[in-house]
């Protein structure tokens, strides 16, 4: 090598001496190689030269063959942001990754800077691509659900999930899918990801899941949060919380308006989700003001439907299991206390139509049908065995004591209200459960005529 160089260089200080011996001049002043010439004289000769042999015709058909092809090969993309070179974007997701996690300093900082790009130019010879979105959570309850409308709709999707809540059953059916890639990650660690949209669900949600390992809970809320806000940053993705209900504690208002600020024990046992959840408010908040991300914030009240965990001792899923298996329902405290139960495809849909409209929020989604725990342990009997028996049990700490969603803004500024009330969502459930908890693949009579009334 050190020989093709020195080859090389040597080769040029050759020709150069070649060509000083061919002017005739002594190799040490190009001045003196020339007559001086005016200045008049000098842009005369480079006309020439410009326009000698049709140079400039050929300079001219270069640039334009050149700006050609860089209006052609500009990237596509509806958010436009994300990092894409040309071989990024015809990788899969978890290759790209994988390339941008060696390419970090680097590429984050440019993808960070860039200008949002125009939408509508398709790489040439590649099709139109659907969205590449990221849902954080997505093997849990509601997560799958989401991951199948997106999927559906032709997106690609990443699931990242740490499984603590998750099941890869809930998500199994879309194995060898191409469009789908699955991640197991825990989002208190930073990760590297190339996408439009990052829908952020990854929390436990349930009383009993979240006070198991309440610092675990409250470092997902935070640094999770936090990780995905700094991933839709340097990306240029839109990112939409879910948040929760829970933000208002035992609210002094009822219904719950979103602009109610909450009463909220910063102490108790279920602060760390409460209080995590309205830190994670904030944070999306100060990224959005402060770093100019496109975000929404949805507050979800009390969902049920299929694929909630059998165990995870909700109510719906506690009084649905106890049913099934001839258990009584467990009441806790007096049962007067009330929350609104929304099915997981209103949900969904709300969910979509927050992330693809106008509006940052929040947003209250949630059904505002009200029922006691006594007046859904009723429907329960009713959908599944009249006999069932009620258990009184002592009721948690902090247990809020009303809960309805003012579901207003939603209406108004998403066009979007649930429409599955509990009589006719509740079988669905049940129907689920049943298969999970006795291996019925087949619907009961009395399911299958229920779910039939929506
Ligand atoms: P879920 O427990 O079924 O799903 C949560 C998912 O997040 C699980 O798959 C779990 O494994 C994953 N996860 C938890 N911690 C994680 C971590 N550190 N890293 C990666 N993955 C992690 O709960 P869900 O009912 O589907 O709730 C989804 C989201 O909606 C949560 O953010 C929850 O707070 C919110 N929410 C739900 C309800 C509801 O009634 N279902 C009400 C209000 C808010
Ligand atoms: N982060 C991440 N993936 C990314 C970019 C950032 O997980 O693609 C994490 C990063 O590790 C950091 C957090 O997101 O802890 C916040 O990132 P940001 O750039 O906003 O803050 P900074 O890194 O400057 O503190
Ligand atoms: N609850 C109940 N029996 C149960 C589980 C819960 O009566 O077996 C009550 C609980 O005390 C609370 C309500 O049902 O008042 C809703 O509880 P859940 O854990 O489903 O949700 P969250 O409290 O988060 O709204």
């Known amino acids: 090598m050190a020989s093709m160089l020195l080859g090389a260089s040597s080769d040029m200080i050759y020709r150069g001496h070649d060509a000083q011996a061919a002017l005739g001049g002594d190799g040490y002043s190009a001045k003196k190689q020339h007559r001086p010439v005016g200045p008049c004289r000098a842009r005369a000769r480079a006309l020439r030269y410009v326009l000698g042999e049709q ?26 942001a994300a990092v894409k070179t040309s071989g990024q974007e015809l990788m899969s997701g978890s290759a790209a990754a994988g390339l941008a996690a060696r390419q970090y300093t680097g590429v984050a900082r440019m993808a960070y800077e860039e200008p949002r790009r125009v939408p509508g130019r398709v790489p040439l010879g590649l099709k139109r691509k659907g969205l590449r979105v990221v849902v954080t959570g997505g093997a849990g309850f509601v997560g799958s659900h989401l991951v199948d409308r997106l999927l559906a709709r032709g997106d690609s999707v990443i699931v990242v999930d740490n499984f603590f809540t998750g099941r890869k059953e809930n998500v199994l059916h879309h194995a060898g899918n191409p469009n789908f890639e699955m991640i197991r990650h825990d989002v208190v660690e930073p990760i590297l990801l190339e996408v439009d949209q990052i829908y952020h669900l990854a929390c436990p949600a349930s009383p009993v899941h979240y006070k198991y390992n309440p610092v675990k809970t409250i ?201 599955i009330p509990l009589r006719n969502g509740l079988p669905l459930m049940v129907h689920d459960f049943r298969s999970r908890i006795f291996g019925d693949r087949e619907p009961d009579a009395s399911t299958a005529a229920a779910a039939g009334d929506d």
């Open 219 to 419: 470092k997902t809320n935070v640094v999770g949060t936090l990780n995905m806000l700094g991933l839709a940053k340097r990306v240029g993705a839109r990112f939409l919380l879910t948040s929760t209900s829970e933000v208002y504690g035992d609210p002094l208002q009822h219904p719950q308006v979103e602009t109610y600020w909450g009463n909220v024990n910063p102490i108790g046992v279920r602060s760390c989700y409460d209080e995590g959840k309205r830190t994670a408010e904030t944070l999306t908040m100060d990224y959005h003001r402060g770093a100019n991300l496109e975000v929404r914030i949805a507050r979800i009240f009390n969902t049920y439907g299929p694929r909630m965990c059998i165990d995870d001792g909700r109510v719906v899923s506690n009084f649905v299991a106890q049913a099934l298996r001839k258990e009584p329902l467990t009441v806790y405290g007096d049962g007067k206390q009330t929350r609104s139960f929304q099915y997981v495809s209103d949900l969904v849909e709300g969910l979509m139509k927050l992330m693809e409209g106008e509006h940052v929020g929040p947003f209250n989604l949630g059904n505002p049908g009200e029922f006691t725990m006594l007046e859904l342990a009723k429907v329960v009997q009713d959908t599944i065995d009249p006999n069932a028996r009620i258990e009184f049990r002592p009721n948690t700490a902090d247990d809020p004591h009303k809960r309805k969603p003012d579901i207003s803004r939603a209406k108004e500024l998403l066009g979007w209200e649930p429409v």
């Open 55 to 80: 140079r400039l015709v050929f300079a001219l058909v270069g640039m334009a063959i050149a700006s050609f092809v860089l209006l052609l090969a500009a990237p596509s993309g509806r958010h436009g």
